[in-house]
Every structure is written in C-alpha cells, then in structure tokens.
C-alpha cells in the first residue's frame, strides 16, 4: 500500500544546531508540503514542491529549506534551530490535475529545541 | 488574504448530532475540505464541497454557502470515537497554490 512516512517521530536538539527532518511518500504524487502545527494555530505552511527541482515558500518558511531531488522525498531543514522552531511537523502530499486534490498527511515529527 | 474561523471546542454526548462551523474570508477558492485529527494522530481527509450545498459520507455531512461564505460539518449519531480535532480547509485560487489554508480547528469532546 502506498503511504507516507516521516523520520524522526520524536527529536531533541539544542539551539543552534542544524537539524533535517525526513519525508518519504511511495503515492508518487508531486506534490509535497511541509506544515507545522502549535496549539491555537492549526496547520501553517512552510515550504512545498510541485516536482522534481521545484520548492516554494509558504506562510512561515523563514529559518527553514527543503529541497526536492527526487519524487518521493521532500526533506525539511532547520538552518540553525530556535527554541520558537519547537512545534509538530507534516508532511503532506497530493496528485495534481484534480481539483480537490486530497492531501494525505505523515504522522508527524515531534521537535523540541531546547 | 484568507481567514477560516472555527469554534475552539464543542462538546456533545453520544449518540447526538453536533454542527462544526466554518465562516471565511477569502477572495476566491476552489472548494471546502474537512479533515480529521485524533489526539497524536495525523489530519485525515473527510469531506469536500465544491459546489454550495450537502454532502454525505455516512454519518458524515458536510455544507458550503458561498454567498454566506459559510460551511460546516454535521456529525450524526455521534461515537466517542468521533472525539478529534475537526479542521475545515481551503485551495485558494488567487495564490495559485495547491497547498491548503487550514482553520484554527475545533476540537470536538463526546462524553458518554
């Protein structure tokens, strides 16, 4: 069955330190996102891609990159954590051309920046 | 811009009927989604209404009023399992995006 996964589930870091969280989808869709979700907020989105070679900056993308090399991954990286960056990660994907365009979501990586 | 309000929490009891409201301010978007969220779980897609008007899933209904720029869920004969977090959801066109602008979410509590 197709899916998508995240890696790590859980992660500690201290501030400053460079930290990449994984995002691996087997639906071969093209597109991907990146969300982050804190109490009170919902879902905000950081970075997505389209495809191959092409990312984009959401609504909080300041202090994170992605980059896209293949179809199935989609890593998020955190330039220099900050205890601000602490929050649950998704990952998400969809199939392009229709227009509902159902996102399905990664179970999520818990961050804590201390 | 785009702005999605929703309630901050709901309860009910079991075996009752319980209505999520989503009011928005949005210039224009493709259609209303709902998506699901069980404690440490991942959103999960529930409904979608292109059009204005009813959408049922089982137990599950979903409305969109453009003209009200109103939407909500309807859950029948509600389950404890049916306690989550509910987001609605939209595709913005005038962003060209496909990614979704979400609601704050309700979180929705079913009490025996």
């Known amino acids: 069955d197709a899916e998508i996964t995240q890696s790590p589930r859980h992660k500690i870091t201290e501030t400053g330190r460079q930290v990449t969280l994984a995002c691996h989808q087997t639906?071969?869709?093209?597109?991907m996102f990146w969300y982050r979700q804190d109490l009170g907020h919902g879902l905000r989105l950081i970075h997505y891609s389209y495809g191959v070679q092409d990312t984009n900056k959401g609504e909080v993308s300041d202090g994170y990159s992605v980059s896209r090399s293949n179809t199935e991954d989609l890593p998020l990286t955190l330039e220099s954590a900050a205890s601000s960056q602490t929050s649950v990660y998704f990952c998400a994907s969809s199939e392009s051309g229709m227009e509902q365009e159902t996102q399905y979501f990664g179970p999520g990586t818990r961050l804590l920046v201390l | 811009g785009q702005s999605l309000e929703q309630p901050s929490e709901v309860t009910a009891v079991e075996g009752a009927i319980v209505q999520i409201n989503c009011t928005y301010q949005t210039s224009g978007f493709y259609g209303l989604s709902w998506y699901q969220q069980h404690d440490g779980g991942a959103p999960t897609f529930l409904s979608y209404n292109a059009l204005d008007g009813l959408e049922e899933t089982g137990r599950f209904s979903s409305f969109l009023s453009r003209s009200d720029s109103y939407g909500y869920l309807l859950l029948q004969e509600l389950q404890m399992k049916d306690s989550a977090s509910y987001f609605c959801a939209v595709r913005p066109v005038d962003t060209g995006r496909r990614a979704l602008t979400f609601g704050s979410g309700t979180r929705l509590q079913v009490q025996p």
């Open positions: 639906w071969n869709h093209n597109n």
